[in-house]
Every structure is written in C-alpha cells, then in structure tokens.
C-alpha cells in the first residue's frame, strides 16, 4: 500500500498524519508513504478538488493507493479499522 499525505508542516493534524503513517510503515510489510507540502510545492486545496472529487476545505487529504481517504481523522480511523494500528 501506498498513502499519499498532501499537507502543510504547521497544520498539527498533518503531523498527527505522518506520525501515524510512520508508525504503519514501521509495522506493515509493504507499506510506504509520502508527504507532499503543499506550501513547498505551490499546490493549493483547490487544485486537489479535481483528484478528490468535492471542494477541500481543510489539509491533510490522504489517499491510499490513489483511493482517497478523507483528512487525518479518517486516516485514523483507516489504520484501526484495516490494520488495527491507532
């Protein structure tokens, strides 16, 4: 599985994100993630509503494995649910 993590490094929900993505990585074969900052790379929310399908309002937007996954909320609620990892 791969999880894509669009995001800003002051947004604390975008650190919870990596944190537990790290964690997934850490405990699952075949797992890896990347971090995309949003502010680095001139990406704003507007421009992932394409990809995600519904207006962005808030960062992080998580996908796996190209499916999106919702913010960081949804990410955690992902990993316990699929992987039992919180």
């Avoid at 964690?23 to 995600?52: C, G, H, W, Y």
Wanted: aromatic share 12%; glycine share 4%; hydrophobic share 45%.
């Amino acid at each position: 599985m791969f999880v894509e993590i669009y995001g800003r490094l002051t947004c604390p929900y975008c650190l919870r994100a990596i944190l537990l993505a790290k964690k997934m990585k850490k405990q699952l074969d075949n797992f890896d993630f990347k971090f995309i900052n949003m502010t680095a790379e001139n990406i704003s929310k507007s421009a992932l509503e394409p990809r995600v399908g519904k207006t962005v309002a808030t960062v992080p937007q998580i996908f796996a494995d190209n499916e999106h996954i919702g913010g960081c909320t949804e990410f955690q609620a992902f990993a316990k649910a699929k992987f039992n990892i919180s």
